[in-house]
């Protein structure tokens, strides 16, 4: 089992940046995917990036595509999300999470088995 730690949240202007870091501990991390997620008020958890297992394959969703920038180092069992030129519909709990899998990539949140507390993000306008 894994444990995930988020950090880095807070309340920013909107055109604001911000860079969450997800810390794991446990199992092996350079093994598995690690994806970002977020959940605004009244809204289901949805899909943010995830990253590959070396770093080498990224997806992003629409919506923050060319903004939010995802990274990891695998020597840290530290995944990141730098998010630039934030927008009030930014607003959320942010969450990292693993895939359930080794070797897996996957944009899906039902594939994703470990989660950590979320880290709120506030953008104001």
Do not use: H
Request: aromatic share 12%; glycine share 12%; proline share 2%.
């Amino acid at each position: 089992q894994v444990q995930l730690v988020e950090s880095g949240g807070g309340a920013v202007q909107a055109g604001g940046s911000l860079r969450l870091s997800c810390a794991a501990s446990g199992r092996t991390f350079s093994n598995y995917v690690m994806g970002w997620f977020r959940q605004a008020p009244g809204k289901e958890r949805e899909f943010v990036g995830c990253i590959s297992w070396g770093g080498g394959t990224i997806y992003y969703a629409d919506s923050v595509k060319d903004r939010f920038t995802i990274s990891r180092d695998n020597t840290k069992k530290t995944v990141y999300l730098e998010m630039n030129s934030l927008k009030p519909e930014d607003t959320a709990v942010y969450y990292c999470a693993q895939e359930r899998a080794p070797y897996k990539m996957s944009n899906r949140r039902g594939d994703f088995g470990s989660w950590g507390q979320g880290t709120q993000v506030t953008v104001s306008s």
